[in-house]
């Protein structure tokens, strides 16, 4: 399973963008990068996902390497209810049951 | 949320007795998942199911057991519970995309 590294923690201002970047060096061609975010005491949360393309939504935007090892989340405008733990995760292949293999994640904590 | 519910959400036994978890879905999805969350470690897969009776195990598999008699419900068991069980365990369902749908958890304490 392809493994990614994250930095532990981070801070960002309100209203500013939070770049959070993530290695996975030894992602397979056929994997996803998949974000969720978990907030305190609560199940984690879908955040956005792809394969090679740069892909946003109406959470965030994810930014991939042309060589793949590496993306960055983008939250556009932080709020104070975007502190959470970030965990960014590659996706095994799904005939292995899509399994997601959760890491310890990066700490964002935004600060008015 | 994406319809998830967990029962118990707080339960607290004795070392040694079982515990049923369980897990509930209205998206009929086929893929569920149990998890489970300790401090220093994020969330670890126990077992998953791909169908009706269709399980297999995960990461942190043993003592624990899982079955699935219907696509909504997919329960976990602990036959003997024990201090080390202690711990936050969530359920998750995967959508068309493979994103996965998490419960809200349930807060098992084993004395």
């Known amino acids: 399973d392809a493994k990614t590294t994250q930095p532990p923690s981070m801070d960002c201002a309100e209203g500013r963008a939070a770049n959070l970047p993530c290695n996975h060096s030894?992602?397979?061609?056929?994997?996803?990068v998949y974000w969720y975010r978990q907030i305190h005491s609560q199940g984690p949360q879908y955040i956005i996902h792809g394969l090679k393309n740069n892909e946003t939504n109406e959470m965030a935007s994810l930014i991939i390497t042309e060589d793949r090892k590496s993306s960055t989340l983008i939250l556009p405008h932080a709020t104070l209810r975007d502190t959470a733990v970030y965990y960014c995760i590659v996706r095994v292949p799904y005939n292995q049951g899509g399994k997601l293999i959760f890491g310890q994640g990066t700490e964002l904590s935004v600060k008015p | 949320d994406a319809g998830i519910t967990q029962s118990p959400r707080h339960k607290v036994t004795e070392t040694g007795t079982p515990v049923t978890l369980r897990c509930h879905q209205t998206?009929?999805?086929?893929?569920m998942y149990w998890y489970r969350q300790d401090p220093g470690h994020g969330l670890r897969l126990i077992h998953y199911s791909y169908g009706v009776k269709d399980t297999d195990k995960g990461e942190v598999s043993d003592g624990y057991s899982v079955s699935r008699s219907k696509t909504e419900d997919f329960l976990l068991t602990l036959e003997s519970a024990t201090s080390s069980q202690t711990s936050v365990y969530f359920c998750a369902i995967s959508g068309q995309y493979n994103e996965q749908f998490f419960g809200p958890g349930t807060r098992l304490t084993v004395l």
């Open positions: 030894t992602i397979s061609g056929n994997e996803y």
């Open positions: 998206e009929n999805h086929r893929y």
